[in-house]
């Protein structure tokens, strides 16, 4: 399994940017599947947006399409949420996942592998 790191959040105001990154180890990045999810306090965790192995799919949650765009960089190992249009109730902790597999899914048991978690907080 892949492990990960991410990072970029922060303390921003609404209507702002924010870029958040997820760092891979491994050397067969582009075989997983990768995704953010976001869990706000007293809330379960839920899916923000994915993108297939090859960068060629993307999905988004509906909160956050048109706001929102995920990419990846398999030479670099690097996958990417740019936040634009920075709403309150964005505010949550960011996680970035990997599934084995170039297929995305929604669903947060589908992907075995965690960063750590970066926190997202935007002000009203």
């Known amino acids: 399994q892949v492990q990960l790191r991410d990072s970029g959040g922060g303390l921003v105001q609404a209507g702002g940017s924010l870029r958040l990154s997820c760092a891979a180890s491994g050397r067969t990045f582009s075989t997983y599947a990768m995704a953010w999810f976001r869990q706000a306090p007293g809330k379960e965790r839920e899916f923000v947006a994915a993108?297939?192995?090859?960068?060629?799919?993307?999905y988004y949650a509906d909160s956050v399409k048109g706001r929102f765009a995920i990419s990846r960089d398999n030479a670099k190992n690097t996958v990417t949420l740019q936040m634009n249009s920075l709403k309150p109730e964005d505010t949550a902790v960011y996680y970035c996942?990997?599934?084995?597999?170039?297929?995305?899914?929604?669903?947060?048991?589908?992907?075995?592998?965690w960063g750590q978690g970066t926190q997202v907080t935007v002000s009203s």
């Open positions: 993108i297939s192995g090859s960068g060629g799919s993307t």
């Open positions: 996942a990997a599934k084995r597999g170039p297929l995305v899914t929604m669903t947060s048991l589908s992907y075995a592998s």
